[in-house]
């Protein structure tokens, strides 16, 4: 065999990473990081407690005002079962001014109707 004509080509190593080339991240990076979700994580965990003692004390408030309803409800009840009484009395009021009415339009000579 002969030689092949034209430059000869050798294996060259591939190259070796360089320390600067590409940084590793820090740890000071990676314990902030750690931080920050810790922190956020926290900032959740109050926000939930802070909505949950709101709802609680919504939930007292609509308690109360079922009640202070309730209250109110049977007040209304109690005023109708009065005009009702109301209603009856005048009712017999004017039966008994409708009786006088015609005693007075009726003559005292008359008889007496049964």
């Known amino acids: 065999m002969s030689e092949p004509q034209g430059p000869r080509l050798v294996a060259v190593p591939p190259p070796r990473p360089e320390a ?7 740890e000071h990076g990676l314990r902030a990081l750690r931080g920050l979700v810790v922190l956020a994580l ?8 802070w909505q949950a003692r ?3 004390q919504l939930e007292d408030r609509v308690a109360e005002l ?8 049977a007040e209304v009840a109690a005023h109708r079962e009065h005009l009702v ?3 009856q009395g005048v009712s017999a009021v ?4 409708s009786a006088l009415q015609g005693l007075v339009a009726r003559d005292p000579t008359a008889p007496a109707a049964d």
Do not use: H, W
């Open 54 to 56: 709101r709802a609680a």
């Open 20 to 26: 600067s080339a590409e940084p590793a991240p820090p």
């Open 94 to 97: 004017q039966d008994s001014l």
């Open 66 to 73: 079922g009640a202070a309803l309730s209250a109110a409800e």
């Open 42 to 49: 926290l900032g959740v965990g109050l926000y939930g407690a």
């Open 85 to 87: 009484e109301v209603r």
